[in-house]
């Protein structure tokens, strides 16, 4: 299993300063070269029907599979696809008829899978990146401080494979592509799926993981491992302070790549507030750090939201309760320059939340937790401005334009709040003892 980073893991690298006194900067340290975010894997109880319901509700049309028809007898994997936005949904066959050497996913092991299963419920267990070379950043990983988990394993066709452990059960995953790789359908041992079965006709505008938010009991130590071994700079910093409520609240940071198309944020619960932090409840319906939400990168948030929300009861995923009308009536004041009075209007009607920053404006807003537990939940964002030419004169948008939402925060934590009041159980009298 994966392991947590031990508490004395030295954080002279990052101590937290809140949002007012950050200063960006981007060292280019990265350690080796991080492309993209290749794919995020889901390890479920049965991946057929997951795979589905998250195809249906997100528009995402199941591409490619590794099961029983393609010659694997350890586990069914499906691959849903929406532009550059890879979800992979993975559970085992029985152990007792599986040919070890048939795995498409050469590192999934059905020990780890039944405690993930066990501990965490429906969850994330990898968080890929597509690399220069996955053998040499497992490498320059390990020799960094990195915990190992899988070591570089080469498949067919040049695509090496590896992992090291990123918090809590999670891995991150390396993928490489050598020149040999030719016509790779995702990873070998995976085959196209039939247009006939695959709900090819869906399409919400998902376009690609923007961010993957951890929740982690401490966020120094866990930064400072990050950062150490991967070479990622600091993004962004949010404190209680900056982001909190009367209620509850957080500490929260985030690592960038050099580009900064590769965002990690991690929160840490803060304590001493009339409520239970969200990320506490959050750890402990999740038995320990874990992925907390997916922020999901639309090309258009109104077309999106338009469509996951017609299947939001019949199949598709629910949201967080809208924020009061008041909240829309001062976002005039707000946003006028950059939306129009029709998309402002549709911000009420569909819930979106409208935040800037320095360079650009974000559009946002949360589902429900995605499985029976507390925890996991996706978010839908749109990132306006911040575009820029490229070395080829090609425009391209920067990364985190707008920010993160943080004129958002408390808007999100009374709606989980009052979501999670809904889920406390009420308190019986013992009248055995009457």
Not at 184 to 208: A, I, K, N, Q
Request: proline share 5%; net charge negative; aromatic share 10%.
């Amino acid at each position: 299993m994966g392991t947590l980073i031990p508490e004395n893991q030295p954080d002279s690298e990052f101590k937290l300063v809140g949002y007012s006194n950050f200063v960006r900067v981007n060292p280019k340290s990265d350690r080796f070269n991080v492309k993209r975010f290749h794919h995020i894997e889901f390890w479920c109880g049965d991946a057929t029907n997951v795979s589905r319901r998250f195809s249906w509700g997100l528009g995402m049309p199941t591409v490619a599979k590794s099961d029983l028809s393609t010659g694997n007898s350890v586990h069914a994997s499906f691959l849903l696809s929406s532009g550059d936005l890879s979800f992979l949904f993975t559970s085992p066959y029985s152990p007792t008829m599986s040919i070890p050497s048939s795995a498409a996913i050469p590192s999934f092991d059905f020990n780890h899978f039944t405690k993930f299963l066990t501990s965490h419920g429906l969850g994330v267990r990898a968080v890929a990146v597509e690399v220069e070379d996955a053998e040499a950043a497992f490498n320059i990983s390990v020799s960094n401080g990195a915990i190992p988990c899988v070591s570089p394993i080469h498949l067919e066709n040049g695509v090496v494979l590896s992992e090291v452990h990123l918090y809590g059960d999670v891995v991150l995953r390396y993928v490489s592509y050598g020149n040999e790789c030719g016509d790779v359908f995702f990873l070998p041992g995976f085959e196209e799926m039939p247009e006939e079965s695959s709900f090819r006709g869906l399409d919400f505008g998902l376009r690609r993981l923007d961010h993957a938010v951890g929740n982690v009991p401490e966020l120094a130590p866990a930064i400072a491992y990050l950062k150490k071994f991967t070479g990622f700079h600091e993004f962004a910093e949010f404190t209680a302070e900056d982001v909190g409520t009367s209620e509850s609240g957080l500490n929260s940071a985030v690592l960038a790549n050099n580009d900064e198309m590769v965002l990690f944020p991690m929160n840490e619960p803060v304590y001493g507030t009339k409520r239970k932090s969200q990320i506490q409840t959050y750890l402990e319906h999740n038995e320990g750090a874990g992925v907390q939400h997916l922020a999901l990168m639309s090309e258009d948030i109104f077309w999106t939201l338009r469509e996951m929300r017609k299947r939001s009861g019949l199949g598709g995923f629910e949201f967080m309760p809208s924020p009061p009308p008041t909240y829309y009536r001062n976002l005039r004041n707000r946003a006028a320059d950059v939306l129009s009075e029709e998309q402002m209007k549709e911000c009420e009607e569909l819930g979106i939340l409208v935040d800037k920053d320095d360079q650009g404006t974000l559009l946002q807003i949360f589902t429900k937790p995605i499985g029976d537990r507390p925890t996991i939940f996706i978010e839908i964002i749109q990132r306006i401005g911040c575009m820029m030419k490229d070395e080829d004169g090609k425009m391209y948008q920067k990364g985190g334009c707008g920010g993160f939402g943080k004129g958002n925060f408390s808007e999100l934590f009374k709606s989980i709040e009052e979501y999670e009041k809904t889920l406390e159980r009420k308190q019986v009298p013992d009248t055995a003892a009457a």
